[in-house]
């Protein structure tokens, strides 16, 4: 795990938010959230809530996938892509 990676970590699992469990799986943040989430609620406000949250930090920014998960679907959402990332569709 790299320290950019653990610092979000630290961040999200110190925002306490009920039922949530947040690790990391390789060089991602995976959360598993309760099955009544809603994910389109989730996705539609992500980019926004990252950035606020995101002016704590003060290491180089590196790319990270967050991967969602509520029980019945899932979504990514990787944060300062690759080249690789933006030429993938």
């Given at each position: 795990m790299?320290?950019?990676?653990?610092k979000?970590?630290?961040?999200?699992?110190?925002?306490s938010?009920?039922d949530?469990?947040?690790?990391?799986?390789?060089n991602?943040?995976?959360?598993?959230?309760?099955?009544?989430?809603?994910?389109?609620?989730?996705?539609?406000?992500?980019p926004?809530?990252?950035?606020?949250l995101?002016?704590?930090i003060e290491?180089?920014?590196?790319?990270?996938?967050?991967?969602?998960?509520?029980?019945?679907?899932?979504f990514?959402y990787v944060?300062?892509?690759?080249?690789?990332?933006l030429?993938?569709?």
């Open positions: 790299n320290a950019y990676q653990q979000w970590i630290d961040i999200l699992q110190a925002a938010i009920k949530w469990d947040i690790k990391a799986v390789d991602d943040i995976y959360i598993e959230m309760p099955h009544v989430s809603d994910l389109k609620l989730i996705r539609d406000n992500l926004s809530t990252l950035a606020a995101s002016l704590d290491l180089p920014h590196e790319r990270l996938k967050f991967i969602f998960h509520n029980g019945y679907e899932n990514e944060l300062n892509p690759s080249a690789d990332d030429n993938k569709e």
